[in-house]
């Protein structure tokens, strides 16, 4: 085996925050509302526009939490993730075109 | 702006990788067959057990191709990446739990 290649860091990265942040309380495999709001807060403020409130942490928490039991699993934090990687990549591609129009 | 978290990180790597291996031929958004294999070959081999062979880049295609237009777009290709990282999530937890017990 080789070093790492960067899709497998990246596998990596999305891995190990998920349980930095779901190890702390409760359930050890699953994001609780604190956990959640902790992690996006540390780990996506500058994408997030840095919302400290409340509402925008319940509003992503509703959104993720498929099986409506308050409790993020990996499977929902994946599919939030790819979420926010396709807009990202949506909004690069749309600067870089009117770049060159 | 801060530096970059594991998870910006990640998702730039992602970006990235995708768009080093679309832009070579044809459709720079999209990855056709050929721009595929070289990205599953390059940056997955270890993980898909260094296949090198048509059938496996054929049944990945396949299954990634949801509007079957024989090319890859971002979307299918993050998709794609989700459930590898929740395959690898669940085989590493299943071997955190047995050397556990």
Same mark, same amino acid.
């Given at each position: 085996?080789?070093?790492?290649?960067?899709?497998?860091?990246?596998?990596?990265?999305?891995? *190990?925050?998920?349980? *930095?942040?779901?190890?702390?309380?409760?359930? *050890?495999?699953?994001?609780?509302?604190?956990?959640?709001?902790?992690?996006?807060? =540390? =780990?996506?403020?500058?994408?997030?526009?840095?919302? *400290?409130?409340?509402?925008?942490?319940?509003?992503?928490?509703?959104?993720?939490?498929?099986?409506?039991?308050?409790?993020?699993?990996?499977?929902?934090?994946?599919?939030?993730?790819?979420?926010?990687?396709?807009?990202?990549?949506?909004?690069?591609?749309?600067?870089?075109?009117?770049?060159?129009?």
């Amino acid at each position: 085996m080789g070093p790492s290649s960067n899709l497998e860091s990246a596998m990596q990265m999305l891995i *190990k925050t998920f349980h *930095k942040y779901s190890g702390k309380e409760g359930d *050890k495999y699953t994001l609780s509302r604190g956990e959640l709001k902790e992690l996006l807060i =540390e =780990e996506l403020g500058s994408y997030l526009g840095n919302s *400290k409130d409340n509402e925008a942490v319940e509003k992503v928490m509703n959104d993720l939490d498929a099986n409506n039991d308050g409790e993020v699993d990996f499977t929902e934090f994946i599919i939030l993730m790819g979420a926010l990687t396709v807009a990202c990549n949506d909004f690069f591609l749309e600067m870089f075109e009117n770049s060159c129009t």
